[in-house]
């Protein structure tokens, strides 16, 4: 079974500022999804971004990017100039490339804007 | 399109009670799932649709619990004399083999 670990229940950072958020996963497959989500008060996860395993190229979306290390499992995020709305819980997940599995969540870190 | 849709928002129930939420996907989703999130977790995967089939099912899911899609639409949880341990914000998801879209939850809270 794959599991995911997020190690930082919570960090802080102050706006403006770029913040780091660590994800290690373990796998034993060789193709796969991984996912980062946002889960603000209201309680809706929003996808902030996404990678494929076989892609090479580490994904970003505006502020927001990814360094994928595969042979580390090792799969963080990193927001550039933070803003006070990206204070939420962000998840880490997993999907098996098969398609039909459920994503596998990490148990999340708690991201904290200082103004 | 409004997004995944669910209801109640919260449910406040007592111990022994049975509670059913109900899930509106997205109109042309064909992929539904369920997922149980408690305090300080992750959400953990309990059950998995395409269109009305159950395909996949948690160890998590037990048999006090159970899920439909009837018609491949709607989707409902049911969960039979509730216990305090089942108090989580219940989440439901749909896909069209791609991104996962989630609604805002149902909020359990078992006296």
């Known amino acids: 079974a794959q599991t995911v670990t997020q190690s930082q229940p919570e960090m802080s950072v102050q706006e403006a500022e770029t913040v780091t958020l660590s994800c290690t996963y373990d796998?034993?497959?060789?193709?796969?999804?991984l996912f980062w989500y946002k889960q603000p008060p209201s309680r809706q996860m929003i996808l902030v971004i996404r990678?494929?395993?076989?892609?090479?190229q580490n994904a970003t979306e505006n502020r927001f990017s990814v360094n994928f290390q595969k042979a580390a499992k090792s799969f963080s995020l990193k927001i550039s100039d933070s803003q006070l709305g990206d204070a939420a819980m962000y998840f880490c997940?997993?999907?098996?490339?098969?398609?039909?599995?459920?994503?596998?969540f990490g148990k999340g870190t708690h991201l904290i804007i200082q103004p | 399109d409004t997004g995944v849709s669910q209801d109640p928002r919260h449910k406040i129930t007592k111990r022994g009670q049975n509670v059913t939420f109900r899930c509106d996907p997205i109109?042309?989703?064909?992929?539904l799932y369920w997922y149980r999130q408690t305090l300080g977790q992750g959400p953990e995967f309990l059950t998995y649709?395409?269109?009305?089939?159950?395909?996949?099912k948690s160890r998590l899911l037990s048999d006090r619990f159970s899920a439909e899609r009837p018609k491949g639409s709607f989707s409902t949880l049911e969960i039979q004399r509730t216990e305090q341990g089942d108090s989580a914000l219940y989440l439901c998801?749909?896909?069209?083999?791609?991104?996962?879209?989630f609604g805002e939850g149902s909020r359990l809270t078992v006296l």
């Open positions: 997940a997993y999907r098996s490339s098969g398609g039909a599995d459920g994503l596998t």
């Open positions: 796998t034993s497959e060789s193709d796969y999804y």
């Open positions: 990678q494929e395993a076989y892609k090479q």
């Open positions: 109109s042309e989703h064909n992929r």
């Open positions: 649709f395409q269109n009305e089939a159950q395909l996949e």
């Open positions: 998801g749909s896909s069209m083999a791609g991104e996962l879209f």
